[in-house]
């Protein structure tokens, strides 16, 4: 079964929208916990628009499914993941003024920078993971990074499932079996929802984990937060 872990950052958004503690991020994480996800993931940004470095140290103490933080590996963001220790982190190489993540890692051209922060990761039993595009090479020169795991950026395929171009998946069940056979394992996530994440499961093996957060958000100001977690479980069997 692939596990789903929630990203709770426009929870966060909605928060500070208004100012004040209303939603309770950390209490939204533990009610997320108790409907059945299996982690809760967070994307802190420099300007702290969202998710905010302090929420980050609130949520690490307070949780008890895995913990996973994304970000670029800047020296505030390095210094934060080894204080908390969460159980895996994802590097992502998003630009400060960016407004979502939007590409995956050159693993070839920042091979040697990627090993050097991994090893830093790795030394504090941190699993890390590494956001990439599905193309073969970057999937195999990840390896040689170090990494414990990928995360396959699956804007492409969401979009391509839109327009009902099925073949859109392609490129990620191969990356996910040239993954596996080297020995990484596989997570997955941007723009997954309710609408896509079946057929993508279907799909493409060997997926330990989809991180999913604005669709399933915004999906729950319909259903509720518990009743759209319990879809996403049931179609991640």
Request: net charge negative.
């Amino acid at each position: 079964m692939t596990k789903l872990s929630v990203n709770i950052n426009k929870i966060a958004t909605l928060r500070n929208a208004r100012g004040g503690n209303i939603p309770n991020v950390v209490q939204v994480a533990k009610d997320i916990e108790s409907f059945g996800a299996e982690g809760i993931t967070v994307h802190p940004r420099p300007d702290e628009r969202h998710i905010t470095y302090q929420d980050v140290l609130n949520l690490s103490s307070a949780l008890t499914t895995e913990f996973n933080i994304e970000g670029n590996p800047i020296t505030k963001f390095v210094n934060l993941v080894l204080q908390v220790k969460p159980a895996q982190v994802t590097l992502v190489p998003d630009k400060e003024d960016a407004i979502t993540s939007n590409a995956g890692w050159d693993t070839v051209k920042h091979k040697t920078y990627l090993k050097e922060i991994i090893s830093v990761f790795k030394e504090n039993n941190i699993r890390t993971s590494i956001f990439v595009d599905p193309d073969p090479e970057m999937i195999r020169a990840a390896v040689e990074t170090g990494a414990d795991r990928i995360e396959l950026y699956t804007e492409a395929y969401a979009v391509s499932y839109a327009k009902g171009e099925k073949q859109g998946v392609m490129p990620y069940a191969e990356c996910a079996r040239i993954a596996h056979e080297l020995g990484l394992e596989i997570n997955a996530g941007h723009d997954l929802s309710l609408d896509n994440i079946k057929y993508f499961k279907q799909q493409v093996p060997h997926v330990d984990e989809v991180s999913i957060g604005h669709a399933l958000i915004s999906e729950s100001l319909y259903t509720g937060l518990e009743k759209t977690i319990q879809q996403y479980l049931k179609l991640l069997k």
